[in-house]
């Protein structure tokens, strides 16, 4: 089966978040510290912290589960627009 459609150039990286948790981040991606330090993820695909809880920080520990944590996996958009 062939598809008509272009195809888009696959990105170097991609975030993906997750409902009620954290950012999953993949691909060809660098991690660095507001100084510029890299921090080292130890893996290919790592989840990012986005409630904030995390004593882990920037990587997700889980706490987000016990702290009721609620967020869609859709882009949000402030009131109005
Ligand atoms: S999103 Fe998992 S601990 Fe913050």
Not at 4 to 19: G, I, K
């Amino acid at each position: 089966m062939t598809s008509d459609a272009p195809r888009r150039p696959r990105p170097a990286a991609t975030v993906t978040p997750c409902v009620d948790g954290p950012l999953l981040l993949r691909g060809d991606y660098e991690l660095l510290t507001p100084e510029g330090e890299r921090i080292e993820p130890g893996r290919r695909t790592v989840a990012l912290c986005r409630c904030g809880r995390s004593a882990i920080k920037p990587f997700c520990d889980g706490t987000h589960d016990s702290t009721r944590f609620r967020a869609s996996g859709d882009r949000e958009r402030p009131p109005g627009r």
